[in-house]
């Protein structure tokens, strides 16, 4: 396996309008959802072997979710349904098209149970790389969960990617989540923020600054997405900027999810990822992920919206 997500798969439902705050929204329209299964199925789609471990509800939008993602060729046999708490929810809407605003139903919710024990362990072991995001890190048992998958992936010397993908509603506490969130940095190889959370976590509003403070955590990588003005990388030796692509956005919402499954299944290429940990190359993959994101943002909804290998190219080529 080259990829396995682990966290959360859910049904968004997004508003029927853009321009339109949560309160105000007219209706809602039901998709699947959840950071890690769009890293998932986007991988997939780049042509990388991916699979997904969570946890939904034994409920109708937990199979739907489940018939997603095997539809998607992602294997789903790390799936677990729990009799107790439904699939979570998360209302979506768009005050504009690169601005989101998220209520999550999740009290408790499916993704949140995830046991140790649930996990699949077979898939961890032979698995080139593990991507999760702090979603799974928010509440127990899933915390433990995802603390055990990286230890069994690490011993494997799979990648260990982790993307903060900060939601202040779903934390007891800023104070909690930054607590939790440090305490995983120094466990990961690759760690993707956005250009809010390299603020809060590194200290500083400049990011190059912020991401040269994180890497004295412990990651090989730091990678900070800046929307619609491009990204940047940090590595032991130096990191560097990344031009943007620039498209009329129409929806910027799994941009973020679109671009690390970009990046990861570029460095998974490698029969060792940790080859590409040098300027030249790293330059590459960030344009390669740079342009997955732009795609991306080019139609409503996220797994609709996610490219092939065949666009990203042809896009590349189209946009030198």
């Not at 471990?53 to 489940?66: A, M, N, P, Q, T």
């Not at 990286?150 to 934390?171: C, E, G, H, Q, T």
């Not at 923020?193 to 200290?203: A, Q």
């Amino acid at each position: 396996m080259d990829i396995v997500c682990l966290g959360e798969v859910l049904i968004d439902m997004f508003s029927a309008e853009v321009g339109v705050k949560l309160t105000e929204v007219s209706a809602f329209c039901p998709k699947p959802g959840g950071a890690p299964a769009n890293v998932a199925v986007a991988a997939k789609r780049l042509g990388a072997e991916s699979a997904f471990i969570g946890k939904v509800g034994e409920d109708l939008f937990g199979h739907h979710l489940e018939a997603v993602l095997k539809n998607e060729g992602v294997e789903t046999r790390g799936m677990r349904f729990d009799d107790f708490a439904r699939t979570t929810m998360a209302f979506v809407a768009k005050p504009d098209e690169n601005t989101a605003e998220f209520v999550f139903y999740r009290n408790p919710g499916a993704d949140t149970r995830l046991t140790p024990g649930e996990l699949d362990k077979s898939l961890l072991q032979s698995t080139r790389c593990l991507h999760f995001g702090s979603l799974s890190l928010s509440e127990e048992p899933a915390r433990s969960a995802t603390l055990e998958a990286i230890k069994i992936a690490r011993s494997a010397n799979a990648l260990i990617s982790f993307d903060v993908n900060y939601r202040p509603s779903l934390w007891k506490s800023p104070e909690q989540a930054y607590d939790t969130v440090m305490k995983v940095i120094p466990l990961v190889d690759l760690l993707k923020v956005n250009e809010t959370e390299i603020e809060l976590l590194g200290g500083s509003e400049d990011y190059k600054n912020g991401a040269q403070k994180l890497l004295k955590y412990g990651p090989d990588l730091i990678v900070v997405t800046l929307g619609p003005d491009g990204s940047y990388f940090q590595l032991e030796t130096g990191g560097e900027y990344s031009q943007p692509y620039r498209v009329d956005t129409v929806d910027a919402i799994g941009c973020g999810d679109a671009f690390i499954a970009g990046l990861l299944s570029q460095l998974v290429k490698s029969d060792n990822w940790r080859d590409n940990l040098n300027i030249n190359r790293m330059k590459n993959v960030l344009k390669y992920a740079n342009a997955v994101g732009a795609i991306t943002a080019l139609t409503l909804g996220v797994i609709p919206a996610l490219p092939f290998s065949a666009q990203v190219d042809d896009f590349i080529k189209q946009n030198e």
